[in-house]
């Protein structure tokens, strides 16, 4: 069963770190540029060289960049690598933190009665 939170883990933390790289890249632009179109959820993932957007299956955390060899699949331009090492960082960390916290009823019983 450990293996299973395990996994659960791994890929939520693969999830998160997807997310980070996204608030990353644009919260910056944002900031610097308060009336531009481009926030955190809005426009969908997209080449930061030809502007294309991308699809779901070039949106999956690590696989994605690995299946692609690092280059956009319309333009065939680099993509930095710190978009797998955000992601695998974010993963590890999760793990790491599961394992130092592994999941058992009464820890979730805990942080249910905590909340109300």
Not at 31 to 39: K, S
Not at 41 to 59: E, F
Not at 61 to 67: A, E, R, V
Not at 80 to 91: D, F, K, L, W
């Amino acid at each position: 069963m450990e293996y299973v939170y395990g996994l659960i883990s791994g890929l939520l933390g693969l999830a998160v770190g997807s997310f980070l790289n996204v608030v990353i890249s644009r919260l910056p632009l944002q900031i610097v540029h308060p009336n531009t179109p481009l926030n955190v959820c809005c426009p969908p993932s997209h080449c930061h060289q030809c502007t294309t957007a991308l699809r779901w299956r070039d949106n999956i955390p690590l696989i994605s960049w690995l299946l692609l060899r690092g280059k956009c699949r319309y333009c065939h331009c680099k993509i930095s690598g710190r978009y797998p090492q955000v992601e695998i960082i974010t993963a590890l960390l999760t793990l790491l933190l599961i394992w130092l916290m592994p999941v058992n009823m009464q820890l979730l019983a805990r942080s249910y009665c905590s909340g109300r």
